[in-house]
């Protein structure tokens, strides 16, 4: 048998969340930091979508401002770590000031699908298959190689009932 070559897209409706303001400690406001101070290049941190993680700073942070609430709550735990929960699937930026009020560092930050539960059972029901699960942009992306066109459709099944939308192009 042949191998057949697979690559869709599953869109995935997704609901935003109230901010709860009492969690998070932003500014939106940009005094004290002049372009020139802004740090050149933009790390990228992902957080799957309604879940967490701590991201450690080198320096002490006095203030920290998230673009888009919608996407991410940030909350400030010690001077020198962040908690930060993604909300909806999209991304955003966040600026950190230091205790002089300059810009000390711009992360972008990426809220992604949960995949882990997805990979773990598309290995389990179609073992052997070469089939590749990421999240881009809202969606999930499913490309590799597969031995049938049963097993595309059973793919393409498996991920959209986890996705919870439909099949685009």
Known sequence: ?????????????????????????????????????????????????????????????????????????????????????????GTTNVVIWDKRKRVQRILGLQVTHDLSSLKENMFYYLPGEDIRIESAQGSIVLSGEVSSTQKMAAAMDLATTYAGGSVEG
């Open 1 to 89: 048998l042949g191998r057949l070559l697979i690559g869709f897209v599953l869109a995935m409706g997704s609901s935003t969340l109230m901010a709860d303001s009492r969690k998070v400690q932003t500014t939106s406001d940009m005094a004290g930091a002049s372009s020139s101070s802004l740090p050149a290049a933009q790390e990228t941190v992902a957080v799957a979508l309604n879940k967490s993680r701590v991201i450690k700073l080198k320096k002490p942070v006095s203030r920290v401002s998230v673009a888009n609430p919608g996407i991410a709550d940030i909350l400030v735990l010690t001077a020198r770590e962040l908690y930060v929960v993604g909300k909806s699937l």
